[in-house]
Every structure is written in structure tokens, then in C-alpha cells.
């Protein structure tokens, strides 16, 4: 499987905090330039979309029936940068047509994902599958790893994504450091940016937003956030 890590060129931040998450695996990551706040707005309109979420408060999406909360930000084009950079990984693994690891600057690997440990990934029902630590990572993340490691059997691997909130509220992986798509689930996240617009990447991918068993979370966790400063976040 390809491994690919989005690297920031413009960034020391990034680099070294790339370079550590290299130093942590055996597994070879591939770096994929990272979109720039510069170049965001015209990559955007160059794709043909349109960025639809808010900046600021609260609005109620008629389309979806979500509440959309807008995202601490601190410079809007380098949300869409960050967005931009996941987009065009989505139509990589669509023209690779094959399962990908994507992974951002500051992720760092915390054990070895084992080639057992990648089939039984791979072979899960679910399109999107977290590998990420979430503790640390999102909004109530106690919670989301609680009942993740409460679902199923101890041996399970894979489980679906836990609900943490309200059906309202968009919710799916935790956050997008570290996570395997594959293309049919590749293929659906372009369409989504497509028809609702452009989002910052881990509100599009809400389970509200798919049908069926599309957001999975391993019960081991191979990655962790490495707590570096978001080139996104105030």
C-alpha cells in the first residue's frame, strides 16, 4: 500500500515534524506537497468548487440537516490549503485504484501496522478507516476512545466509527492525521465536494453525509498526534 504524508515545503514546522513521523516507521511514506494558503483560493476555483462551510457562528446547513460550527481558524486560506491537500490525495487513490494510507505532518507512528494487521484493514466493510489515537485528537476524545475500544469483540481490529453527538452535528473519524481510503469511498468524497462544497475535510467526511458502513476505527491505535503547532488554528 502507498503511504503518503503531506508536507508543507513552505513550513520548517512541517518538514521536521514529517521527518520525525519518517523516523518512527519502517514503512516507506512518500511526501505529497502540501497545498499553500497562497495557492489555495485558485486551486479551489481551478477544481470547480466553491468553499461553503462557515467562517464564522453557526449555520444550519438546509441541504444535510447539519449544524456546521465554524472551525478556529486562523488564516481561512490555509484551511483550504489544508482541504485541497486531502482532495487531491481522494483523486490520487481514485487514479491509483487502490487502497492508501494518508497521512498529515504531525502524525507519528506509535507501532508498526503489521501485514496481517493492513489485510484485515483493507478487507473491513468500511471505506474510511481511522488508525489514529483520537485521545488528544478531537473534541470529546475520552469518549470516542472508550467506545471504540467498548465495541465488539477484544479481537476485533476494525469497528465502525463511534457517535459521539447529536445527529445534528457532523462526526466521523477522529480528525484526518492518519487514516486508509479507499477509492469507492475516494470517489464518494469527491462527489460530496462536488455537490455540497468545499468543507474543512473531517466535517465532509461525517457519517451523516454517507450511507451504510463507510467510517470504521481500528481498536489498536498506530499513530499518534505529535502536538506540533496547526498551521491551520490560531
Not at 98 to 117: G, N, V
Amino acid at each position: 500500500m502507498n503511504a503518503y504524508i503531506i508536507v508543507l515545503a513552505e513550513s520548517d514546522t512541517s518538514i521536521e515534524a514529517a521527518q520525525r513521523c519518517r523516523l518512527s516507521t519502517k514503512m516507506e511514506l512518500t511526501s505529497w506537497d502540501a497545498t499553500t494558503a497562497n495557492d489555495a483560493e485558485y486551486d479551489l476555483k481551478k477544481a470547480g468548487l466553491e468553499w461553503t462551510y462557515p467562517w464564522q457562528g453557526v449555520t444550519n446547513d438546509l441541504r444535510t440537516g447539519l449544524k456546521l460550527t465554524a472551525y478556529q481558524t486562523a488564516n481561512p486560506r490555509a484551511r483550504i490549503g489544508c482541504f485541497m491537500s486531502h482532495y487531491t490525495l481522494w483523486k490520487q487513490c481514485i487514479l491509483e485504484n487502490t487502497p492508501i494510507l494518508i497521512l498529515e505532518h504531525d502524525a507519528i507512528f506509535i507501532r508498526e501496522i503489521s501485514d496481517k494487521d493492513m489485510r484485515l484493514i483493507v478487507e473491513s466493510p468500511y471505506g474510511i478507516i481511522g488508525i489514529n489515537d483520537p485521545r488528544g485528537a478531537t473534541r470529546r476524545s475520552g469518549e470516542y476512545h472508550n467506545l471504540t475500544q467498548d465495541w465488539g469483540d477484544v479481537n476485533d481490529l476494525v469497528v465502525p466509527a463511534p457517535k459521539i453527538d447529536d445527529w445534528s452535528i457532523p462526526q466521523g473519524i477522529a480528525g484526518n492525521s492518519a487514516y486508509i481510503i479507499k477509492p469507492a469511498a475516494a470517489s464518494k468524497m469527491l462527489q460530496l465536494a462536488h455537490s455540497l462544497g468545499a468543507w474543512p475535510n473531517d466535517a465532509l467526511m461525517c457519517y451523516q453525509n454517507f450511507e451504510g458502513r463507510m467510517l470504521g476505527q481500528t481498536k489498536t491505535y498506530f499513530t499518534q498526534v505529535q502536538g506540533t503547532r496547526s498551521t491551520t488554528t490560531l
